[in-house]
């Protein structure tokens, strides 16, 4: 699986997402996901989230694994992301 299309699914599913993905083995993935639409909702809703987007890839298994770390716009600037 491409790097941009990971990332352009969540952007689909999530259309504020400032999102990076690295990972170079084609299933293993790691992403930073910034939104608004985090605020106020649990890390594990955050995540939830995310992994909503990619459900049909993970379930195909072109996607196996994606680490996740998510936070709001005002959390990535506090942090310098």
Do not use: N, Y
């Amino acid at each position: 699986m491409e790097i941009e299309t990971i990332a352009q699914r969540i952007r689909a599913g999530i259309p504020d997402a400032e999102v990076q993905i690295s990972g170079d083995d084609g299933s293993h993935f790691s992403a930073l996901v910034i939104s608004d639409e985090f605020e106020g909702l649990s890390l594990l809703q955050r995540q939830r989230r995310v992994m909503d987007t990619v459900k049909a890839e993970l379930a195909s298994g072109e996607l196996h694994a994606l680490s996740l770390k998510t936070q709001t716009r005002a959390q990535a600037a506090a942090l310098g992301a």
